[in-house]
């Protein structure tokens, strides 16, 4: 009975949708567009809206008074917005929008991949949308150029893969931009890592001590980072370099850098690497790159080699140690020929504290592990953890079970922290299980 009433759901669902495409075509052929030049925005909308009030109350459309409003929305929606995507684009609690063809939609939310009832009226009323969205954000998509990334206008990131590549249908993947960045009261009241935690990576970043986190897609890597990034002095100058803009500095001197894709000809490309040379020119006391993927990392590690302390980085990886070992395949992608020794060498004279981040199977983010890399003997790292988060289980609501602890580690970089005058509070060292509060704020 459950499925059978899913499945007339989703049927009525379809022909709602092959019904607002049929009167949004008609919409387009009625439209005077030698007049559309010449009306104001809000003019435009008024009008469009007031056609789509007048179709959808013709006696040949056989709507419900009830649902007429619904569909003038809608249209409005395929005309301005998302079209049927807009109510989960308008969920403060979406992460993810994941469009599987015109009958299957997903999304994340609070870390859980659910499926919806939305669906579009065929496999068209879906790449008319990818169109508009695409050629919103300046990109085009087609059979020559069948994969795109763009950002939007309110800041998310688009992903679209179309036939002969996505063999089921027209594929999108839309990742949301929070207008409302999580602060670390947030994350501790959430429990992504406790008070003892964040006390010290803000100390960490007041020093100048160079971070890299890691972990895999959708761990809360970005959200970290701009975490840290609000504990910078506003006496420096940052710069920022990402693939697709997400950061969100507060400081008054912020150079934000963003990479371009090359063109229909294939050509004008400029990739992190060429931003990250250029910003070594541009004065930074630090630089932030938003996610590490390639040849740009040896800039990245020349730069904090160089003088430029206290600068950030982000990288795909399974643990900590997987984190070091693809920044050493982005150095040989650089083309730099060293030998593994040197590498790890370089890298381990450049990156101070590393932090692993983890989205568990119950979407909860955790920051895993609190690592210092303490130097290269014999060819190898040495990475001292100076907390951990252990789990022990699942609660009966479904929640992980679990705590984090201090190692007793003492990182070698304080001797360093104290020498540029921070005073160490060593109490946050002590072996033990760390406590938690949900009122947690700042205390170095």
């Not at 970089?413 to 509060?437: D, Q, S, Y």
Request: glycine content about 8%; charged content about 25%; proline content about 5%.
């Amino acid at each position: 009975m459950i499925a059978g009433s899913q499945t007339q759901h989703s049927d009525s669902q379809k022909e709602f949708q092959q019904l607002k495409t049929r009167l949004h075509r008609r919409m387009v052929d009625s439209i005077d567009l030698s007049k559309i030049g010449q009306m104001s925005e809000d003019e435009l909308r008024h009008q469009l809206r007031a056609l789509a009030s007048y179709l959808c109350s013709e006696e040949a459309v056989s709507l419900p008074a009830d649902q007429r409003e619904i569909m003038v929305q809608e249209i409005m929606d395929e005309i301005y917005g998302y079209g049927p995507l807009q109510p989960l684009m308008d969920d403060p609690d979406v992460s993810d929008v994941l469009v599987n063809g015109p009958n299957r939609v997903f999304v994340e939310r609070n870390g859980v991949l659910e499926p919806t009832n939305i669906r579009f009226a065929d496999e068209e009323h879906l790449m008319r949308l990818i169109h508009r969205l695409v050629g919103r954000a300046g990109r085009r998509i087609d059979e020559v150029s069948p994969m795109v990334d763009a950002k939007l206008p309110d800041g998310s990131r688009l992903n679209a893969i179309i036939p002969p590549l996505a063999l089921r249908g027209p594929t999108v993947s839309i990742r949301r931009f929070q207008s409302r960045a999580l602060v670390f009261e947030d994350l501790v009241a959430l429990g992504t890592l406790a008070p003892a935690m964040a006390d010290f990576l803000i100390l960490a970043v007041r020093g100048r001590l160079n971070i890299l986190m890691s972990g895999g897609t959708g761990a809360g890597k970005t959200t970290m980072l701009n975490n840290l990034s609000r504990f910078i002095p506003v006496s420096e100058r940052v710069v920022t370099i990402e693939e697709t803009a997400e950061l969100q500095l507060q400081q008054p001197d912020v150079v934000a850098l963003e990479m371009r894709w090359p063109n229909v000809e294939g050509r004008g490309e400029i990739t992190q690497r060429d931003l990250l040379r250029n910003s070594l020119r541009m004065r930074p006391d630090r630089i932030i790159v938003g996610e590490a993927r390639g040849g740009e990392v040896f800039e990245l590690l020349q730069a904090m080699n160089t003088g430029h302390d206290g600068s950030m980085s982000t990288v795909h990886a399974n643990d900590t140690r997987d984190a070091l070992a693809r920044i050493e395949m982005m150095i040989a992608l650089s083309g730099i020929e060293l030998p593994t020794a040197v590498a790890r060498q370089y890298i381990s004279s450049a990156l101070h504290i590393l932090v692993h981040m983890v989205r568990l199977s119950t979407g909860e983010r955790k920051v895993t592990r609190i690592s210092e890399l303490c130097g290269c003997e014999n060819g190898e790292y040495v990475i001292e953890d100076i907390f951990v988060y252990r789990m022990t289980g699942l609660g009966q609501d479904g929640r992980a079970q679990g705590a984090f602890y201090a190692t007793g580690h003492v990182p070698v970089v304080l001797k360093r922290l104290a020498g540029n005058g921070f005073e160490i509070p060593t109490h946050l060292f002590t072996a033990r299980e760390l406590p938690m509060t949900d009122r947690y704020r700042p205390s170095v």
